[in-house]
C-alpha cells in the first residue's frame, strides 16, 4: 500500500499540537510549584495535616507535568526500527505513570490521616491562614483545570486530558480541604484529617480511573461498536468492494491502527484490486483519526486457506500445459512477466485459466495454435482435475 501522506501541512498540525502541548505543561509547572512550595510551608506552620496533604498532592502534580513533558517529547519521535509505528503509546504509558502516582499519593494521605484518628488528642487548632491558603489553591487549581482542558481538547490529546482533570482533582480536593479548615477553626478539629482522608480517596479514585483506562489501550482495546460500524460503512462506500470483514481496530496514543479484509470480484486484475484497497485506505485515512489502515483483499468466493493451498501453484499448472501442448512454439514462454499468456484465478475449490495465444500476423498460424490447444484441453484436465473454466484468448 502507499505510505503515510506527510504533507507540510500534516506536519505542522504535529508540531502545533505537541508545542501548545509543552506550553500547558509548562504552565502547570509554575503553578504547581509555586503552590507546593507555600502550602508545605504555611500548612507545617498553620498545623493544618489537609493544607500539607493538600501540598504534597501539588508536589506530586509537579512530577507528574515533568513526566508529561517527557512522553510530549518521546512520542513526537519519528518512527524508527525498533517502534516502526512510531511512538505514540508513550502517552499511553505516561498517563498510566500519571494514575499510578495519584493512587500511591492518595493511599499515603489515608495513611497520615488514620494515624490521626488513632489519637484524636494530637488533631491541633489551624490557623487561619490555611483557610487562605486553601482558597487562593481552589481558585488557582480550578483556573489551571480550565485552561488545560481547553489546550487537550484543541489538540486531541489523551494525556494532556487526563492532567486536565488532574488539576479539576486537585480543585476538589482543595475544596474539601477549604471545608476542613473551616471546620476546625469552628472548633470541630476532627475535620482538618477528616478532609485530609476525603482527598486521599478523591486522589486514589481519579488515579485508578486513569490506570484503568491507559491499561485498556496498553492491551490493544479496540473502538467502540459505533465508532468501528462508521469505518466500516466508509470501506463500504469506496467503489469495487462487496463486502467488508474481519476489521479490527486498536488505539495507538489517540489515534488507531485499523485492519480490514475487502471482498472484490475475484476476476480482477491484482493491479486493480490493489487500486482498490488504496483507495478505501486513502478514504480511511481522510475521515477517520487513523496512524496506518492495513488492507487485505479477498476475491470474490473467498475461502479459508487450508483449502486453497490444496490448489496447485502456478509452476504446476504451467508445467503441466506445457506437457499437454507439447512444446508448442507460439507458447514456449508461458512464465513471461511482462506479458504472461495464461491467467490463473482460484476461485472457491477450483482453478480457472484464461489462455492467451500472441498474435503472429498469419491468420492460418493462429488458428492452428488455436486448435492445438483446443486438442490439449482433456489431457490438462485429466492431470489437473482441479480445473474449471478454461477460455482462450488471441492477444493483439
Known sequence: ???????????????????????????SVAVNAFLSTGQIIIGFFAHSQALIADGFHSLSDLFADFIVLGANKISRAAADEDHPYGHARFETAASLALGLLLVFVGIGMLWAAAHKFIDPSSIPKVHTIALWAALITLVSKE??????????????????????????????????????????????????????????????????????????????????????EEIRAT???????????????????????????????????????????????????????????????????????????????REEILAQLQAALNQLSSLNDLSSPTHPPILIHYLGQTVDLDIFIPATGVDEISMETLHRVREALPKLRQALPQLGRIQIWQSA
Open 1 to 27: 500500500m502507499e505510505p503515510l501522506p506527510n504533507t507540510p501541512s500534516a506536519a505542522g498540525t504535529t508540531m502545533d499540537r505537541h508545542q501548545a502541548a509543552a506550553r500547558s505543561v509548562w504552565v
Open 143 to 228: 483556573g489551571l483545570f480550565r485552561y488545560m482542558l481547553a489546550v487537550a481538547k484543541r489538540v486531541n490529546s489523551t494525556m494532556l486530558i487526563a492532567n486536565a482533570w488532574h488539576a479539576r482533582a486537585d480543585a476538589a480536593s482543595s475544596l474539601v480541604v477549604a471545608l476542613g479548615i473551616g471546620g476546625n477553626l469552628l472548633g470541630y478539629t476532627f475535620l482538618d484529617p477528616l478532609a485530609a482522608a476525603l482527598v486521599g480517596f478523591m486522589i486514589i479514585r481519579t488515579g485508578g480511573k486513569f490506570t484503568w483506562n491507559a491499561m485498556a489501550q496498553l492491551t490493544d482495546r479496540g473502538l467502540t461498536p459505533a465508532e468501528t
Open 235 to 313: 470501506f463500504a462506500a469506496t467503489p469495487g468492494v462487496k463486502d467488508v470483514h474481519d476489521l479490527r481496530t486498536r488505539y495507538m496514543g489517540d489515534e488507531i491502527l485499523i485492519d480490514a479484509h475487502l471482498l472484490v470480484d475475484g476476476w480482477l486484475s491484482v493491479s486493480e484490486g490493489h487500486y482498490i484497497a488504496a483507495h478505501a485506505r486513502r478514504s480511511i485515512l481522510a475521515s477517520h483519526r487513523a496512524l496506518d489502515v492495513l488492507v487485505h483483499i479477498d476475491s470474490e468466493n473467498d475461502q479459508p486457506g487450508e483449502q486453497m493451498a490444496e490448489l496447485p501453484p
